[in-house]
């Protein structure tokens, strides 16, 4: 069976903070892994990662794979109140897709 | 319009009533999932279709049934709904042919808050 393990699940920082959220997976055929933020609502795409050490970038949010120990980092740098979310991981293995729990962030003014 | 269009969006029933979750695309999409969302949990694969004739189960897919009746739609049903499937129900597509990546990004619809009282 795919695992999906997030951590912290849950963080409260300052605006201006920087973040960091861990992925960590055990999946068998391997294909990405997938960011997803969710805000009340559909999730919305961030990150696809399928090689290790080359990292995604979109504007303040980063994101980097190690594929031999088999976890992923989304980092958000100068944190704004619009950043409040839930941050999903999805690992592709067998066709479909394996999510994680979800690292709930809460910016605070 | 949306790429994927869920309907109802909210729905509140009693325990033993059928209930039915549509879901419509418009993106050409070969394959539609259908995922439950309770709070603290995640996302969890209820059923999949890669295609119009194929229809495989998730992680929790006892208690629900699903329809593949066209590329583009794919319905939900409780047969007989009970209070623990009250949860947030997304409908997703996604088509790794598509985009040149081989990529399984999937696409979601608004979700349908389904209450069972």
């Known amino acids: 069976e795919d695992k999906v393990v997030q951590s912290p699940l849950s963080l409260v920082v300052h605006e201006g903070d920087t973040v960091t959220l861990n992925c960590s997976y055990e999946?068998?055929?391997?294909?990405?892994l997938l960011w997803y933020k969710q805000e009340k609502k559909a999730p919305t795409f961030l990150f696809m990662l399928?090689?290790?050490?080359i990292e995604k970038k979109s504007g303040r949010l980063s994101s980097i794979l190690d594929k031999k120990e088999l976890f992923s980092i989304l980092n958000i740098t100068a944190t704004q109140t619009g950043d409040s979310a839930v941050y999903l991981c999805?690992?592709?293995?067998?066709?479909?897709?394996?999510f994680g729990k979800g690292n709930q962030v809460v910016v605070i003014p | 319009d949306a790429d994927v269009t869920q309907t109802p969006r909210n729905r509140i029933t009693k325990t033993g009533k059928r209930i039915m979750l549509e879901c419509s695309q418009t993106?050409?999409?070969?394959?539609m999932y259908w995922y439950r969302q309770d709070p603290g949990l995640g996302l969890q694969l209820i059923y999949y279709?890669?295609?119009?004739?194929?229809?495989n189960k998730g992680e929790i897919s006892d208690g629900y049934s699903v329809s593949r009746q066209a590329q583009a739609k794919f319905s939900l049903s409780l047969e007989s709904a009970i209070p623990n499937q009250t949860a947030l129900y997304f409908c997703?597509?996604?088509?790794?042919?598509?985009?040149?990546?081989?990529?399984?990004?999937?696409?979601f619809g608004a979700g349908s808050r389904l209450t069972v009282l």
């Open positions: 997703a597509t996604s088509d790794p042919k598509q985009g040149g990546t081989g990529a399984n990004v999937l696409t």
């Open positions: 999946v068998t055929n391997f294909r990405s």
């Open positions: 399928t090689s290790s050490g």
């Open positions: 999805a690992v592709d293995g067998n066709n479909r897709l394996a």
């Open positions: 993106k050409g999409h070969d394959r």
């Open positions: 279709s890669f295609d119009v004739k194929d229809i």
